[in-house]
């Protein structure tokens, strides 16, 4: 099944609950619940035969702040965070370095980071972010960066916010304020 067809899937089986989109989480248990489940199913069905490698890597909460959805590998030291978005979405590709031990790679973490709504453009997006990243070994920075390039030339046209654009260029002069 493409990521395109199971996305359509998904979101028939979601669209029928009484709460869709679920922004109404932070309050509703049900709507909670609902984001976990998509997102789980998400990253079940994108990582496939390597879903058994992840475990929870914290508790979601019904707070605002709070990820919907973090996993991480066993044994690769990679990492998945889900984080719901009431309109639009982001995603970073970052390395958590050792701060004990800064030149030694093989300490390195790798996090694949998703902000995003339901959108079904984004949520194909993420689908394929999540499977390139959960099939694809890092063992560098390089590596990471390589693949942090590919999402970025690819599916950064399907991320931005009603008010800013995380991948739209910069100007050298402009401030993060």
Known sequence: MSPDLYIDTLLK????????PFED???NPVSFYALINIWDEIFSTAAGK????????????QDVDSRIYEVIHETERKKVNLTHEPIGGTFYLITHFDPFDP?????????LGIVSDLDRARLIC?????RHFTHTPITCEADRKEMENLFISSYSQYFKF?????FAPRDENESDD
């Open 13 to 20: 089986k979601y669209r029928k609950a009484p709460s869709f």
């Open 25 to 27: 989480w932070v309050g």
């Open 50 to 61: 390597k879903k058994h490698l992840y475990h929870a890597a914290g508790d979601a909460k």
């Open 103 to 111: 030149e030694d790679e093989s300490k390195d973490m790798y996090t």
């Open 126 to 130: 993420c689908f394929k972010m999540i």
């Open 162 to 166: 009603p008010d800013y654009d995380p």
